[in-house]
């Protein structure tokens, strides 16, 4: 048991060093609330563009994952529910679990093992992680309508899914800009 806490202790650390730099007070992803989220272009594991910009006027939720992590493997059943529900989508919710760092065979097989369906935009070189500020994962953002972090979570706890998910209701209930709810 000792051995596993040091290897997740290093693999930790060695996500701080990757992403950038190592996690300083105010200088990580909640620092971002308030703000407009850094545009960024990705490839999702099915070869499509995802573009953050392109998705204005709707709430964007992005976790920021990988396989070997396991809070983000306890994490990723409800970034599927949240994916899979039609009444949120339809109300205007995206869902981009964007993976950090991985080779695309390695979360293809992850994710067919599991039955996840979501949209998977692959942050191999780690450069939205880093606009992003991540140091820890997962790392769940929601965007607003309007381009605007209305919320970060770092880490998955007990109560987790159900904060996410008020924070992502919260910010459909807002109507996009130039229109009234």
Not at 3 to 32: E, K, P, Q, S
Not at 56 to 76: I, Y
Request: glycine letters at 8%.
């Amino acid at each position: 048991m000792n051995t596993r806490r040091w290897i997740f202790a290093v693999a930790f650390v060695a996500l701080g060093f990757v992403t950038g730099r190592l996690a300083r007070a105010g200088d990580d992803t909640t620092a971002l609330e308030g703000k407009p989220a850094p545009d960024f272009t990705l490839k999702t594991l099915d070869g499509k563009d995802a573009k953050l910009s392109d998705q204005k006027g709707s709430v964007v939720l992005m976790d920021f994952w990988a396989t070997w992590c396991p809070p983000c493997r306890k994490s990723l059943p409800h970034v599927q529910e949240l994916s899979a529900d039609k009444e949120l989508a339809a109300k205007g919710l995206k869902v981009w679990a964007i993976n950090a760092h991985e080779e695309a065979n390695k979360v293809t097989t992850f994710t067919k093992q599991n039955n996840y369906t979501f949209s998977i935009p692959m942050d191999v070189k780690g450069e939205t992680m880093k606009d992003y500020m991540v140091h820890g994962i997962p790392t769940t953002v929601i965007v607003g309508r309007d381009g605007t972090i209305r919320k970060v979570f770092v880490g998955y706890g007990d109560d987790s899914a159900e904060k996410v998910k008020k924070a992502v209701e919260e910010a459909l209930a807002v109507a996009a800009p130039g229109k009234t709810s």
